[in-house]
Each structure stands twice: as C-alpha cells, then as structure tokens.
C-alpha cells in the first residue's frame, strides 16, 4: 500500500493555542489530500480536503500542500477541549485513498 | 443527501465461524466502495475497493473475502474466522466522478471481536 505518515503523539495543547499536525506521503502521483477526525470509537469524520500547493482556510482549520516536498499539514487555531480526538490524513491516487496511522490530539482546558 | 448503513454495530464471533458485513448506501448511484480495518491503536487498512458490480480489487491478501452483488450494496465476508481478524471494520463510499474534491464517506463501523 501507499505510505502515508503521520507522528502517532499524543500531542497535547492547551485550550486556545495552535495545534500543528504533520503528514508525509510516499507516493507523488497522489492527487487529493484530506483531514479526518476521529473520536475513539467512531468513525472517521472529513474536517477538510486539499488538491493544489498552498493554504486552504476553513474556520478554525487550514490546511497546507507542498506536493515537492510531498507534506501535508493541518493547523487548528483556538483550540478547544471538543478538539481532543485522532486526527488522520488520508490521500487519494485514483479510485484509492489510503491513511495514515493519525495523530492523537488533546486539548487540555 | 447520501447516506450509508452498516450492520452489525458489533459481533463477537469464535475462532473459526464465518463473517459476514454489509454495507448499503443511499441516495446516490455508482459509487465507489470501500472496506477498511482498524485495528486496535493503528491507523486504516485498506482491504477492498470496488468501482462498479462485481468489480472488486483487493489490497491485502487474507481470509477474507467482498462482493458487490448490487450498485449500492457491499458485502465483506469470511468463511473462517481468525484472532488476527479482531477490529473495527469501515464501509466507505465516495463519487465515482474524478473530480479533485471527492472525498471518501464513512459508516458508522462494526466491531469484530474474535475469541
């Protein structure tokens, strides 16, 4: 399968701050990449997508692309304590989307 | 909107005995579907995808086995059952047009104990 990395953590943040997650990916013909949170027990949930090198802003969330250097990373500002979860990043070659092994997150009030 | 159902929520199962999980999506057609697993601590593992009925690609070869006997229907089987086979299993779909933001949605997961 395709590598996606992620540092497995637990970063822990205090409530307010920015949290910075990080991701990896082996394969350069990947064409989307996309942030999911996941609370334990449940299922995946999409927080954002992004396609071209750059910053993409949504809320609290941005997410940035640097296909040369094949890194994805999500910046959550204003932390808040309904943030604690796993975060995965996931990318897509194709009709595939592969994941990483996520990023645990709490937020500490 | 597109909505997608997955059954059982949870199963224990022995060593041994048969599988069998099933996924259906609503309010779309052609999708593409997925099955995943996540073990306990570990990230996604991608175990099938398919692009249309009874298309179905593998990722990982293993003892368990999926079909797609309808458009909007994905079924994840096993005939034996092993401790290996333990974890969260994700029924996924996404649009099968390419466009750049398509995204993958998931079901709300079962949980498979093997004892």
């Known amino acids: 399968q395709k590598e996606v990395e992620q540092n497995s953590g637990p970063l822990s943040v205090p409530e307010g701050a920015i949290a910075s997650l990080n991701c990896t990916y082996s394969d350069r013909g990947s064409q989307s990449f996309f942030w999911y949170r996941q609370y334990s027990g449940k299922s995946p949930e999409l927080i954002m997508f992004i396609y071209s090198n750059g910053d993409k802003e949504d809320g609290r969330f941005t997410a940035q692309l640097n296909k040369a250097s094949q890194y994805v990373s999500l910046l959550i500002r204003d932390s808040q304590p309904s943030d604690s979860a796993t975060y995965l990043c996931?990318?897509?070659?194709?009709?595939?989307?592969?994941f990483g092994t996520g990023t645990s997150l709490t937020v500490i009030p | 909107s597109q909505t997608i159902h997955q059954w059982p929520a949870t199963l224990v199962q022995p060593v041994g005995s048969p599988l069998s999980l099933e996924c259906t999506v609503e309010?779309?057609?052609?999708?593409?579907l997925y099955w995943y697993r996540q073990a306990a601590g570990r990230g996604l593992q991608l175990l099938f995808y398919?692009?249309?009925?009874?298309?179905i690609s593998s990722e990982v070869p293993q003892n368990l086995s999926a079909s797609r006997p309808q458009d909007r229907q994905f079924i994840l089987s096993s005939k034996k059952l092993l401790l290996s086979d333990s974890g969260f299993y994700l029924c996924a779909w996404s649009p099968i047009t390419g466009g750049s933001g398509n995204t993958i949605y998931f079901g709300e997961g079962s949980w498979l104990t093997v004892v």
């Open positions: 398919s692009v249309g009925i009874g298309q």
């Open positions: 996931a990318v897509r070659t194709g009709n595939q989307f592969y």
């Open positions: 309010g779309t057609s052609n999708p593409n």
